[in-house]
């Protein structure tokens, strides 16, 4: 996480903490400015809007974060930093690519459930942010997706290609935005995780025999010009 250096942790709402009872403070002031900019939208939350939900002056916001969008920058890197996490303990336990896809897979459905607004400013309101910010949550995403693709080459035995890369970025924007579909049924949260988990399986499934197929035909519509070549 990209800490604003130049604040003193001892003036500023958003600095790293060091004891409890700030770290307490901390974690409060973020999920007050991240719960406001998931409700309202990023872009429709301005500056005095942030400074009243916080409980300070509009006047004294700045002493605290350099801008608006550096703080939806740290709190969307905050997310993909979470899901890294995430992904890399399941990937420690080296297990088997079927199980180990079953355990990314229920790692990043489950983090909605802590973090249900970061993923709902990370697929909305990510546009919000300039070219620079968003190539470096771009650079996490991509680290996140790596987790997925070896494992999915690990399950096919191929090598990834550029179309089933693509499908792994639209596997990882359904699992950020899937569960804020799905409601609370009846039966619980376990049969919510259930159903979701089941969901995304069946697309996952369903779009690697798609890729499988396309990459079939491909060899086989450029094989005649191949020959004719020779």
Same mark, same amino acid.
């Given at each position: 996480?990209?800490?604003? !250096?130049?604040? $003193? ?12 009872? +700030?770290?307490?403070?901390?974690? &409060? %002031?973020?999920?007050?400015a991240v719960e406001l900019f998931a409700r309202h939208g990023f872009s429709r939350v301005s500056m ?11 006047? !004294? ?47 990043? @459905? ?11 400013? #990370? &697929? ?5 942010? !300039? *070219? &620079?910010? $968003? ?7 991509? +680290? ?17 290609? #550029? ?13 950020? $935005? ?17 159903? @979701? ?7 996952? $499934?369903?779009?690697?025999?798609? %890729?499988?197929?396309? *990459? ?11 020959? #004719?070549?020779?």
């Amino acid at each position: 996480m990209r800490w604003m !250096s130049n604040m $003193q942790p001892s003036k500023t709402l958003f600095a790293v903490p060091v004891d409890e009872a +700030r770290n307490t403070r901390y974690l &409060e %002031t973020r999920h007050k400015a991240v719960e406001l900019f998931a409700r309202h939208g990023f872009s429709r939350v301005s500056m005095r809007d942030l400074a009243t939900c916080l409980g300070i002056t509009a006047g !004294s916001l700045y002493n605290h974060i350099d801008s608006k969008e550096a703080l939806l920058c740290e709190l969307i890197e905050e997310l993909y930093e979470a899901l890294l996490d995430g992904a890399s303990l399941v990937t420690r336990r080296k297990s088997a690519p079927a199980v180990r896809m079953q355990g990314l897979l229920e790692a990043h @459905l489950r983090l909605h459930e802590r973090m249900a607004a970061h993923f709902r400013l #990370a &697929e909305y309101d990510l546009h919000c942010l !300039s *070219d &620079e910010q $968003q190539d470096s949550i771009l650079v996490l995403r991509r +680290r996140y997706e790596q987790h997925l693709v070896e494992t999915i080459e690990q399950l096919t035995g191929k090598p990834a290609g #550029a179309t089933r890369r693509a499908t792994v970025s639209g596997i990882v924007s359904l699992l950020n $935005q899937l569960p804020a579909w799905v409601g609370q049924p009846k039966a619980g949260i376990g049969a919510r995780r259930k159903l @979701l988990h089941e969901m995304v399986m069946s697309t996952l $499934q369903g779009a690697l025999r798609a %890729t499988e197929a396309a *990459d079939l035909a491909a060899v086989v519509h450029a094989s005649p010009s191949s020959l #004719a070549l020779k």
